[in-house]
């Protein structure tokens, strides 16, 4: 007898891939349209879904900006032996917003580092979901235990703001983002974990020191967060355990599945 012929996978087959990659079905529309433009038109779409996908941001932002409440101040963890708050001894430094505006430059440079092929953008969709998973647990924290960022209020900061040629940087980005959203601070997790994927796919191409270059930068957007006063220390370092937590017990583990890629962009 003829063997019997075999089905094509459907779409969505393909877009789940190994079975340990649980990809979320709202991304089927897009898989459908990953071959076109040479592949660009589907990172340029995975930028605006993660966009999308962390919109929710600006809402709680909002709504800890109305109740105006402070459940614990961050700064009150570290304290010198003379007393004073080591987030208020940290300088400000108003240069520094350029590098903390660098958050966008991740988002752009994430789908555009991963592999053009069917496996390479299901590790794309695995990172952008493991990036909202994690914001959207920050954004209980942001709800629930609230904190009111008055680091930028302080006189000497909101004089050298004023006279500094990055006035209208920070004008835009306090109008933007109102000075609470204090902890985990999510420049921080959402960078790493985007660092991190595409450490994973520059590595396989041998781009070592792109990568070098790329975890310089990412060092420094974690500083700019407390010279540009827009976060605590305890933000940063809880952005950070954050982005560790997510990785090491999500996307590390989702990633396993999948084998190491080559020289194929």
């Known amino acids: 007898m003829p063997a019997k012929e075999q089905s094509q996978p459907s779409d969505a087959e393909k877009l789940t891939g190994e079975a340990d990659l649980r990809i979320w079905r709202i991304w089927t529309p897009l898989w459908k ?7 660009s038109l589907f990172a340029w779409w995975t930028v605006l879904g993660m966009l999308l996908l962390l919109c929710p941001y600006l809402l709680t932002n909002w709504i ?9 101040d961050p700064k ?5 032996a003379d007393g004073a708050y080591l987030d208020h001894t940290i300088p400000f430094i108003d240069w520094s917003i350029l590098v903390y505006y660098t958050i966008f430059a991740f988002y752009v440079a994430l789908p555009f580092s991963a592999p053009r092929n069917d496996a390479g953008r299901r590790e794309l969709l695995i990172a952008v979901q493991f990036i909202a998973l994690s914001s959207w647990l920050a954004y209980l924290a942001f709800l629930f235990c609230p904190a009111e960022i008055r680091l930028r209020f302080h006189p000497d900061v909101q004089e050298q703001m004023a006279t500094s040629w990055t006035a209208p940087l920070y004008g835009w980005f306090h109008w933007l983002d109102r000075p609470y959203n ?6 921080v997790t959402q960078t790493f974990l985007a660092a991190m994927a595409i450490s994973r796919w520059w590595k396989a191409r041998g781009l070592h020191l792109r990568m070098f270059t790329m975890w ?12 540009t006063k ?7 370092i809880s952005g950070l355990l954050l982005g560790l937590l997510t990785w090491w017990f999500g996307f590390r583990l989702a990633m396993r599945t999948q084998k190491i890629f080559g020289t194929q962009n």
């Open 33 to 39: 349209i990953r071959n076109q433009g040479d592949g």
């Open 64 to 72: 800890a900006s109305y109740r105006q409440v402070t459940v614990w």
């Open 76 to 80: 009150t963890l570290f304290i010198l």
């Open 182 to 187: 204090a902890w985990p601070s999510l420049h």
């Open 216 to 227: 310089v930068l990412w060092a420094s957007l974690t500083i700019s967060t407390l010279t």
């Open 230 to 236: 827009q976060h605590f220390l305890w933000d940063a």
